[in-house]
């Protein structure tokens, strides 16, 4: 793997869950969710997390096709956005990111490639290893 990345909630700065010391995943019964498109890849994280807590588990949600319309939606105080840490930085106006106690909400990043033998080994290692830097530092 090349990085873990961590999937955080988006909360507007007057909501209830901003101001709770934890925020467990129950609290989340009551919270309209906003959600990006299935085809997102960390959807199946926050759907497989929230599946784990019971399949008939009722949430209010939102689906909306992109981070930049949740993160808007997250602004007017329409809902509470799951997405990646990264998508929140810098953190936007009006908005705290949190995370849910004892559940690990992450997607690991890496590469699948062929062996492509002697190029392999020079090329694409050079590449892993560049890439790899990049996303430690993010």
Known sequence: PLQLENISLLIHQSHPLARM??????????????????????????????????????????EITSIRGAIAFVQRN?????????????LPEQTVLRTVEGHRFERTVGLIFRDYGD??????DKFIVYLSSKLYNL
């Open 78 to 90: 329409i809902g509470v956005a799951i997405l990646p840490s990264e998508a929140a930085d810098p």
């Open 119 to 124: 190029l392999r080994h020079r090329t694409l």
């Open 21 to 62: 010391p934890r925020i467990q995943l129950d609290y989340l019964r009551l919270t309209r969710l906003i959600f990006t498109e299935t085809v997102a890849a960390y959807r199946g994280v926050i759907q497989n997390n929230l599946a784990a807590y019971g399949s008939t588990y009722p949430y209010a949600n939102i």
